[in-house]
């Protein structure tokens, strides 16, 4: 009798030590990431932006590339933990060559990097800030100098993207994009000018996309703000 009974407590801790070890196993996932965005001076008069936007930061953030901010916690792996793709490991490199080919849509970003599977009350944000260029005289052509599309700008993009791992993979996005305003020449006609500027604009993509599924590129947008996400598991080496 003591025999079993020592067999079936050997049996349930066994059993319980592969349910704490299962539920402690830390997925590892590639989030690849292109921004862009949409010319079309139509699609932009279709809503009002506002003039000016501060985004709220939260107490703890990550930018990729950058120290891990305070200890790493000991179930990550520190190469694997909210570190840059090398850019033979990026998939979506056609993708943007497209995007960037089209006359009514440019990229703005493209990015990408490892991070371990976190659930909300441990999700960390993602925190970037990228100088955008504008397009050369040159390089403008009739179309765009046009009344049909904007011409590119210079600006500050800034944004935070947070995934968060549930039963399904959930992507939360607050970003902006800031462009560059015309500078006025200081002679004595510019007050004269100034109406004659347009105001400042300040374009924000701020949604959430539930119940992602890993390996399908997914796509999120406003009508000047367009957001390609692509998560894909990261299979540990033995």
């Given at each position: 009798?003591?025999?079993?009974?020592?067999?079936?407590?050997?049996?349930?801790?066994?059993?319980?030590?592969?349910?704490?070890?299962?539920?402690?196993?830390?997925?590892?996932?590639?989030?690849?990431?292109?921004?862009?965005?949409n010319?079309?001076?139509?699609?932009?008069?279709?809503?009002?932006?506002?003039?000016?936007?501060?985004?709220?930061?939260?107490?703890?953030?990550?930018?990729?590339?950058?120290?891990?901010?305070?200890?790493?916690?000991?179930?990550?792996?520190?190469?694997?933990?909210?570190?840059?793709?090398?850019?033979?490991?990026?998939?979506?490199?056609?993708?943007?060559?497209?995007?960037?080919?089209?006359?009514?849509?440019?990229?703005?970003?493209h990015t990408?990097?490892r991070?371990?599977?976190?659930?909300?009350?441990?999700?960390?944000?993602?925190?970037?800030?990228?100088t955008?260029?504008?397009?050369?005289?040159?390089?403008?052509?009739?179309?765009?100098?046009?009344?049909?599309?904007?011409?590119?700008?210079?600006?500050?993009?800034?944004?935070?993207?947070?995934?968060?791992?549930?039963?399904?993979?959930?992507?939360e996005?607050?970003?902006?994009?800031?462009?560059?305003?015309?500078?006025l020449?200081?002679?004595?006609?510019s007050?004269?000018?100034?109406?004659?500027?347009?105001?400042?604009v300040?374009?924000?993509?701020?949604?959430?996309?539930?119940?992602?599924?890993?390996?399908?590129?997914?796509y999120?947008d406003?009508?000047?703000?367009?957001?390609?996400?692509l998560?894909?598991?990261?299979?540990?080496?033995?």
């Open positions: 009798m003591k025999t079993l009974f020592k067999a079936i407590l050997t049996f349930l801790l066994f059993s319980f030590s592969l349910i704490v070890s299962a539920a402690e196993e830390v997925r590892y996932y590639d989030v690849e990431v292109i921004l862009f965005e010319l079309d001076n139509i699609a932009r008069q279709s809503e009002n932006w506002p003039s000016s936007i501060e985004l709220v930061l939260p107490e703890t953030l990550i930018e990729i590339g950058k120290p891990y901010p305070g200890p790493i916690p000991k179930q990550f792996k520190p190469r694997l933990t909210f570190k840059p793709l090398a850019k033979k490991d990026l998939q979506l490199q056609e993708k943007a060559s497209s995007i960037d080919k089209s006359k009514t849509r440019r990229v703005l970003l990408g990097w991070q371990p599977g976190m659930p909300r009350d441990k999700a960390m944000s993602v925190y970037f800030k990228h955008v260029g504008g397009a050369s005289p040159i390089s403008v052509d009739s179309e765009v100098s046009g009344s049909r599309l904007a011409q590119p700008q210079a600006g500050e993009l800034e944004g935070m993207i947070k995934v968060i791992l549930s039963r399904y993979l959930h992507v996005t607050d970003i902006v994009f800031r462009p560059q305003r015309e500078e020449q200081e002679d004595i006609f007050l004269e000018l100034l109406d004659q500027i347009d105001q400042p300040i374009y924000r993509l701020n949604q959430t996309r539930r119940r992602m599924r890993s390996r399908e590129l997914h999120l406003n009508p000047v703000i367009g957001m390609l996400v998560i894909t598991p990261y299979e540990l080496k033995q």
